[in-house]
Each structure stands twice: as C-alpha cells, then as structure tokens.
C-alpha cells in the first residue's frame, strides 16, 4: 500500500516531465519510460503507447510530428493523498510560470508554452477512491 501510494505520488509528480514529451517520437516515450504494457503503431497517425500500475493508467498518443496528447488516471485511498499530489504538481507548474486557471477546488486549466493540460479530480464511489485525471494536449500557442 505504501509503495503503490508512494508510486503514484511520484508518478503525478512526473506529469511535468510528461508534458515535455510533446512533440518527442514514440521511440524516445519507450526509451524513458521503457516497454509499455500494450501499444498500438499501427496507424502513423494516431500511435498509441500505454502504461499501467496498480494505481494508475497512461496514455501517449502520436502522429507523424510526434506526441501530441497524454492522458494519465490516477487513483488514490484518500482525498488528502489526491490533493497533496496535486498541490505538488501545482506547485511544479507555478515553479515553471505556468498559468493556472482554477475552475473549483480539485479542477484546473493550466498553460505552458506549447502545450495546455486540465487536471481533474473526483470521487469514484463504485470504488471507494479518489481518480485525478490529467491531460495533455499540444497548443498552438507559445
């Protein structure tokens, strides 16, 4: 339980390090990440590679001009976990100068140049945990 906690935390952490993947090919996803649990290359312009933890679930997407868009779910036992990981990731982003948009508590919108993300968090009954999903999208805009 610790380590799965303590996985997904650093794993949320990385969704910084993620959105500098915009842009990269499939092959350099692999070669940071390493192998992946399924992927999908098959259509040039729409490569899919997955990932999956016991706590968690994400998704790259490419085209022919690399990455374009990360999704990544992330589940937590507690609310107090989910929000501490995203403080922490809002915290990274602020550290950065990138604009944060809050839209209500555990929902933002945030700019970084090249790229824009929304981070959302709500509470999975059926499952008796807390899921904060985080996306990723290539932006026109610098």
């Known amino acids: 339980?610790?380590?799965?906690?303590?996985?997904?935390?650093?794993?949320?952490?990385?969704q910084i390090k993620y959105c500098q993947?915009?842009?990269?090919?499939?092959?350099?996803?692999?070669?940071?990440?390493?192998k992946p649990v399924h992927q999908d290359l098959s259509n040039p312009d729409m490569k899919c590679v997955f990932y999956q933890t016991k706590t968690s679930r994400t998704t790259f997407i490419a085209g022919k001009e690399g990455v374009y868009q990360i999704q990544a779910d992330?589940?937590?036992?507690?609310?107090?976990?989910a929000f501490k990981s995203i403080d922490r990731f809002l915290?990274?982003?602020?550290?950065?100068?990138?604009?944060?948009d809050t839209l209500s508590i555990g929902n933002y919108?945030?700019?970084?140049p090249g790229v824009r993300m929304s981070l959302n968090l709500f509470q999975n009954t059926y499952l008796k945990k807390f899921e904060v999903k985080f996306k990723a999208e290539k932006s026109e805009t610098k």
């Open 74 to 81: 992330l589940s937590y036992d507690t609310e107090k976990e």
């Open 109 to 112: 919108n945030i700019k970084a």
């Open 21 to 34: 993947m915009i842009g990269k090919e499939v092959k350099d996803i692999v070669k940071l990440y390493g």
């Open 1 to 14: 339980m610790i380590i799965s906690t303590a996985f997904a935390s650093s794993l949320f952490a990385q």
């Open 91 to 100: 915290g990274d982003c602020g550290s950065q100068s990138y604009q944060i």
